[in-house]
């Protein structure tokens, strides 16, 4: 009866020729990828970096004349909120 308790070993064969050329193929892959992420992004920068030196006016520039009319608007609404509001409470409007 105890001859079912006999368990043979098994092995697992790998061709390391197969996994040696696997992990170049992957090594070779990861460098062509990364090189052509390098290349793309060199190109978006300096088309961007002309697209800005073309500008007529900088971006920064742009920022401020923007929060400038902004906070006019902003003054505008508020003093047009108050003065009908004002009015509506039978205070003189200013």
Not at 11 to 38: H, K, N, P, Q
Not at 45 to 73: C, E, F, S, Y
């Amino acid at each position: 009866m105890n001859h079912h308790h006999h368990q043979s070993q098994r092995t697992i064969e790998i061709d390391t020729r197969l996994v040696t050329t696997g992990a170049v193929l992957t090594a070779v892959g990861a460098v062509v990828a990364c090189s052509g992420m390098a290349i793309a992004a060199f190109a978006v920068l300096t088309a961007g970096r002309r697209m800005i030196r073309d500008m007529d006016v900088p971006p920064a520039q742009q920022a401020a004349m923007k929060w400038q009319q902004a906070k006019d608007a902003s003054r505008a609404g508020m003093q047009a909120w108050q003065s009908a509001s004002g009015a509506q409470n039978g205070a003189p409007a200013r």
